[in-house]
């Protein structure tokens, strides 16, 4: 049975990021030092040769796509946008740690959503529509490799909801263009609504 091959990547870093404050749907454009980072990796490693480009639609990922796969086509999907932060998005932890909210909101749970954002559940659910859609596209169409670069809260939740073998979100934190390769076969999604996890991406060149 004819696989479909997924890069999933995590976009660069933001001048947000490097102040260490939660970012979520505010579209902050990549930092210099995040575009330099970007394009010491693809000199350092091999990124794969895809078919199609998708990206969350957030600049710091349409940015990070053009320079990972400047020569292909870019198409944004909207269910693979970062976790709203709501009130919390652009402050840091220092700003909230006393807030009743915030530590409501740290105490967990898959539906404890910030005031005004989004729960982890809601994310799981709006992945879970974005995964299935682009699996469709990519039969339809016949793209058997594509990458998809996102977010880390994203990446981190598909991977341990979806992915095969289990493991917790924990243990799929990645870095900065960086990420995983996955495979789609029609049997085990309708089987299990799950992917195969290959390994990590990019690759050591030879």
């Known amino acids: 049975m004819r696989g479909y091959r997924v890069t999933v990547l995590r ?3 933001t001048e947000a990021t490097q102040r260490g404050v939660y970012i979520g749907i505010t579209d902050y454009p990549l ?3 995040g575009k330099a980072e970007l394009y010491a990796k693809r000199a350092e490693f091999e990124y794969p040769n895809v078919d199609m480009v998708y990206s969350s639609p957030l600049k ?24 709203d932060f709501g009130e919390f998005d652009g402050k840091s932890v220092d ?9 409501h909101w740290l105490k967990g749970g898959m539906h404890n959503a910030p005031p005004k954002g989004e729960s982890v559940s809601q994310l799981i659910e709006r992945t879970y529509a974005g995964i299935r859609d682009l699996f ?7 793209i058997y490799h ?3 670069i996102s977010h880390s809260g994203v990446i981190a939740n598909l991977m341990a909801c979806f992915g095969l073998p289990k493991n917790p979100p924990s243990e799929y934190t990645c870095e900065s263009g960086e990420g995983f390769d996955i495979m789609l076969t029609t049997q085990l999604w309708h089987q299990a609504q799950a992917f195969e996890i290959l390994g990590k991406a990019p ?4």
């Open 146 to 148: 594509c990458a998809l």
């Open 11 to 13: 976009h660069g870093a």
């Open 203 to 206: 690759y050591l060149k030879d």
């Open 60 to 83: 710091r990922c349409t940015e990070t796509a053009c320079i990972l796969f400047p020569d292909n086509e870019i198409k944004t999907l909207d269910a693979f946008r970062e976790l």
């Open 136 to 142: 469709i596209e990519m039969t339809e169409k016949g």
């Open 31 to 33: 930092s210099s030092q």
């Open 95 to 103: 700003e909230l740690v006393e807030l009743d909210e915030f530590k």
